[in-house]
């Protein structure tokens, strides 16, 4: 699970990603950067969000 820092200014591994609804239905990951340990989201289509899930790149969270 991949999302881009805001600290590191690049796309960084997630730590701890755990995978979460938004209101509307779609799909958010959340998780610390790799390298700095900001917060970090990626937004997921719902395709990717099960594919995260599954291989266990993310835990589900909703
Ligand atoms: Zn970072």
């Keep these: ?16 990603a755990q995978m979460t609804m938004t209101k509307r239905g779609g799909f958010m990951a959340k998780g610390k950067c790799g ?8 937004i997921c289509s719902k395709d990717n969000a099960e594919k995260a899930i599954k291989a266990g790149e993310a835990k ?3």
């Design 1 to 16: 699970m991949e999302g881009h820092c805001m600290k590191c200014k690049e796309r960084k591994t997630m730590k701890d």
């Design 35 to 42: 390298s700095c340990g900001t917060t970090i989201c990626a």
């Design 60 to 62: 589900k969270a909703f």
